[in-house]
Every structure is written in structure tokens, then in C-alpha cells.
């Protein structure tokens, strides 16, 4: 530990002078690149005056159909759900690595990150209130979507010798094309998939979340750690590096701790706000229906509303994106399909819950004050509609949001990992190699400004929902098969509970 410390403090010491410059240079080298890259994935079309990303078209059709093919399991498997992740069907003597309640916590952990308080913010704004209602419909439909990549990433994982385990898209895509016929085709998906979540996790999944709590951080101490934040990266870095050393038992040990404190954290001080502009409230939910159905003062009308409340839900939640399936498939059962009911919930807290309360948040302040934010947008409107209760509520903010960006890190770094070691193996040498590069991207994003490098990363991180949601389509008859035989054993009480 202390040699890898050492090194990573000593990579970070020899390009302190330069960093200064560093964005500028990355920035004119990638520019292209990132532009390019990012009209072919999020290439729109208009529609009755909005423009639609097909990529969030190609993620909303897939969750609608997964809906109706499962016959609505977004619903009629909630309580089941929640059954799971209270342990009382856990057996001890399963294989896996971690409990229900555990791979819930790690999933949840990389999706509730810096979006679901800053991305709402910029949602209502380009999308007005209305655009919360599609928000809250693309989430419950995303939750189907979930429940079938994340069995599928059970159903399909490797054992390793070491007693690990290695799931996720890029195994159930090589395997289940695999046993269609498809060997070539699967192989060359798995593979560009593991290529795209490793990229992904180093930017969107890493320096972005970095950069966004340094900024937040700042802002709250009034810019007093302008120049500091290379010293921020590295604490940062040294933390991350300290959880991710010990693999997903380290990781979800932390986040089974951390996310239900954030959430709650972040809920209760967002429920005060909110209950402190009390008045407001009835005008403020009036505002999101009404919005929903008319979009009045935004371009598109309803539609636009409608696309950017749908293009929201998916870049928060991430379902279709298959990235949480990696998580989900660490857990200890030996029935795939009690993790795709476990990760139905997924979707529902980060979406339906916290991307709502955020959004009434601002919704409430704006009935009551429509010039609270001044010029604001993102994080510093959100910051700035806690701020007009209590001046201090700023703080608790950033805390939360520190919080968000730290637990997005550690998950992310797992699915990186993940898609390492589908592509160099499952050497320990390698891991290292892997972690230590990623603490690097930690401290890197708090140093500078690298926007075309995350515009790059973001749109890998959607391009391969177009591999995954495929090979969603493929296989779901496998899950519903899976779904059906489950029930039947749990209704002849071949399975037990082993709840008291």
C-alpha cells in the first residue's frame, strides 16, 4: 500500500508544474474526435418541432417492450424485490460474493451520482416542469429493462478459480450468441462492449464525477480552493484507491453503508426545502402534469418535454446501458432471476424517488421565486434553490454531493475492471495495473477542464446500449423462461424463505 501510494504521488508531483495547460492541449487534440464521435451516437431527428437522440429512441422502445414481454414484472414483482434485499430467501451457501441487499447498494451507488442533482436542474430547465413526468414514466418502464439484463448478468457469469465472480453484457452477449449459433458475432460484442464500459469508466464514471464535487466543493468555500485542486484529486484518489484495493466485498461493504445514508441525507434536507415552500407545492405538481401534456414555453411543446424528460431518466438511471448487470451479478444465489427482481428497485430509487424530489425542489422554489436562480443551471440552481431557505443548506449539498461523486467512483471502477479483465485476463498484476490507472483519472479530473475527453467517454458509455439492448432482445425469452420457472418453485415452495 504504501509503495502504490507513493507512486501514485509521484506521478502527480512531476506534472503539477504543467497541468495548468494540459486541458488546453488535450482539448484542441480531441476536439475533432469528440465531435465526431458524438454526432454519429447521439444523432437526432426532429419531431413535431423537438429534437430526438435516437440512441435515448433505441433505450425507450427497448424498456417499453420489455414491459409488456414480462408482463408488467416492474409491478407485480415489486414486493418481491423488497423481499430479497431484506435477506428472506439469502442462503449463505450461495455462490456469488455479495448479498442482495449489497449488489442493490453497489448498482444503486454507480447510477446516483452528480446527475440526479445537477442533470434534473438542467432537465427543468430546457425541458420545463413537464419534462418530470416523462421522467418519473421512463424510469418505471427502465426498471423492466433492468430486471432483464441484470438476470441475464447472473445467468451468464464466470466463476473463477479464486472464488470470484465476472459478469455482466460482455459475458451474457459472448455466451448467449454463443448457444444461437453466433459465436463470432458474440465475441466481437462482448469484446467492443468491455472496450466501452472501460473508456466510459475512466471518464463519465470517474473524472466527471472528481470534477463536479471539486467544483461544488469550491463553490461552497467561496473560492478559496481555486489552485487546490490537484490536492483535492489526490485525497480523493488515496480514498478511492483504499475501498477498490480489496475487490467488490471492500466495495459493497462501503456502499452498503454509504448509499442508504446519502439518500436519506440528501431526501431529508431536499423534503425540508421542499415543505419549507409549502405554499407552492400544489401550483408546483399542477405544473409538472400540465407541462407534461402541453410543454408551454418549451420548444416542441409536450414532445419536448416529453424527449428530455425520457433522455434524463436513461442517462440517471441507465438502464439499457446494461452497466449495473456487472454489479448485480457478483451477488451469492443460485437463481438468476431474484437478481433481476432485486435490481427492479434500482431505476425506482433513482429515478422515481430522488430525480423527483430534486426536481420539486426547484419546481417549489421557481412557483415561489421564478428569478431564484439568476443565470444558475446544473448543480449551482439546484445549490442555489436549497440556498433561498438557508444560507448554509449549500453545504450539506455539497456533502451529498461529494458523497454522490465518491460512491459513483467505486462502483465505476468495478465495471471498468470488469471489462480489463474480459479483455487482459483476470491476473492480479493486471488489476493493480488497472486501479492504479484509475485513482490516476481520479486526481486528473479535479486538476483540469478535459470536456472533449468525457464528451468521448459519454458517448461510448451510450453506444453500447446499441449491443446490449440487442442482445437483450435475443435473450428475454430465456429470462421470461427463468421468470416462470422461478415463480412455480416459489409457489410449490421448492423454494423456502428463511425469513423468522
Not at 192 to 203: D, E, S, T
Request: proline share 4%.
Amino acid at each position: 500500500m504504501k509503495h502504490v501510494l507513493t507512486a501514485i504521488l509521484s506521478l502527480f508531483a512531476l506534472s503539477l508544474p504543467a497541468y495548468a495547460n494540459i486541458d488546453e492541449t488535450i482539448n484542441d487534440l480531441t476536439e475533432p474526435v469528440a465531435s465526431l464521435i458524438g454526432s454519429i451516437v447521439f444523432f437526432k431527428i426532429p419531431v413535431f418541432g423537438a429534437q430526438l437522440p435516437l440512441v435515448v429512441l433505441w433505450l425507450v422502445i427497448g424498456a417499453i417492450f420489455f414491459t409488456f414481454y414480462m408482463k408488467f414484472v416492474n409491478i407485480t414483482g415489486f414486493g418481491h424485490a423488497i423481499r430479497l434485499v431484506r435477506g428472506d430467501y439469502a442462503d449463505p451457501d450461495s455462490p456469488g460474493e455479495v448479498s442482495h441487499f449489497q449488489a442493490l447498494a453497489t448498482a444503486v451507488s454507480g447510477t446516483v451520482g452528480i446527475g440526479n442533482i445537477g442533470g434534473v436542474a438542467v432537465a427543468v430547465t430546457i425541458g420545463g416542469a413537464g419534462a418530470t413526468f416523462w421522467l418519473i414514466v421512463a424510469g418505471f418502464l427502465g426498471m423492466s429493462t433492468k430486471f432483464v439484463e441484470c438476470t441475464l448478468g447472473v445467468k451468464y457469469r464466470n466463476e473463477n478459480p479464486d472464488s470470484s465472480v465476472s459478469g455482466g453484457p460482455m459475458y451474457y452477449m459472448r455466451k448467449g450468441f454463443e448457444e444461437r449459433g453466433m459465436a463470432t458475432f458474440g465475441k466481437y460484442m462482448g469484446t467492443f462492449y468491455a472496450v466501452g464500459i472501460f473508456i466510459g469508466a475512466l471518464g463519465i464514471g470517474n473524472m466527471f464525477q472528481s470534477n463536479q464535487a471539486y467544483v461544488q466543493l469550491n463553490t461552497v468555500a467561496g473560492g478559496g480552493l481555486d489552485g487546490l485542486g490537484w490536492l483535492v484529486g489526490l485525497i480523493l484518489a488515496a480514498v478511492v484507491f483504499a475501498v477498490i484495493i480489496g475487490g467488490i466485498k471492500s466495495i459493497a461493504r462501503v456502499t452498503e453503508k454509504i448509499v442508504p445514508f446519502m439518500a436519506i441525507f440528501y431526501c431529508v434536507f431536499a423534503i425540508i426545502v421542499i415543505l419549507m415552500n409549502y405554499a407552492s407545492i400544489p401550483q408546483a405538481i399542477g405544473n409538472i402534469f400540465e407541462g407534461a401534456f402541453t410543454g408551454a414555453g418549451v420548444q416542441g411543446g409536450a414532445i419536448g418535454a416529453l424527449i428530455i424528460g425520457f433522455q434524463r431518466a436513461v442517462f440517471s438511471n441507465e438502464a439499457g446501458i446494461g452497466s449495473a448487470s456487472i454489479a448485480h451479478a457478483a451477488v451469492r444465489t443460485p437463481h438468476p432471476v431474484t437478481e433481476g427482481y432485486v435490481s427492479l428497485l434500482e431505476p425506482f430509487i433513482d429515478t422515481i424517488v430522488i430525480c423527483t424530489i430534486t426536481a420539486l425542489v426547484i419546481g417549489t422554489s421557481q412557483v415561489a421565486d421564478p428569478t431564484f436562480a439568476g443565470e444558475a443551471t446544473g448543480v449551482a440552481m439546484t445549490s442555489a434553490a436549497f440556498e433561498r431557505q438557508i444560507s448554509w443548506f449549500p453545504i450539506p449539498l455539497a456533502l451529498g454531493a461529494l458523497l454522490f461523486a465518491f460512491s459513483t467512483m467505486i462502483s465505476w471502477s468495478y465495471y471498468g475492471l470488469k471489462g480489463w479483465t474480459y479483455l487482459f485476463g483476470e491476473g492480479q498484476t493486471g488489476q493493480m495495473i488497472y486501479k492504479l490507472v484509475f485513482c490516476a483519472f481520479v486526481a486528473i479530473g479535479c486538476m483540469v477542464q478535459l470536456g472533449p475527453i468525457l464528451d468521448i467517454s459519454d458517448a461510448l458509455v451510450f453506444l453500447i446500449c446499441v449491443p446490449n439492448i440487442l442482445g437483450l432482445y435475443f435473450l428475454a425469452p430465456i429470462v421470461k423462461a427463468e421468470m416462470l420457472s422461478y415463480k412455480a418453485r416459489l409457489e410449490s415452495g421448492e423454494i423456502k424463505s428463511y425469513s423468522h
